[in-house]
């Protein structure tokens, strides 16, 4: 199993940014996916799930209206698009696999002026 996270980077607070996860090493379409967030000297926490078909979608209460997770079974990647970004969600973000049996490296976010 393989996660490899990538589109982090320095944004401006209320910028955009779009987060790319690609899968390998097993059947995607079979699994649900999630993205979550580790701020500095701050715990793991959750941003985003989406099923495994993407027909169902939950959000931390912080990001609801603002952060959209999608998929595409298709190329075994899931996303994660980011708008009205803070400076207080810099953050490592990672994916995972289901409720977290697999991760990824990590892709750091920066959100600074």
Partial sequence: VQLVE????????????RLSCAASGFTFSSYAMSWHRQAPGKE???????????DFTNYAGSVKGRFTISRDN???TVYLQMNSLKPEETAVYYCCR?????????TRVTVSS
């Fill in 6 to 17: 990538s589109g982090g980077g320095l944004v401006q607070p209320g910028g955009s940014l």
């Fill in 44 to 54: 793991r926490e959750l941003v985003a799930r989406i099923t495994s078909t993407g």
């Fill in 74 to 76: 298709a190329k075994n």
């Fill in 98 to 106: 289901g409720f977290g049996d697999y991760w990824g490296q990590g």
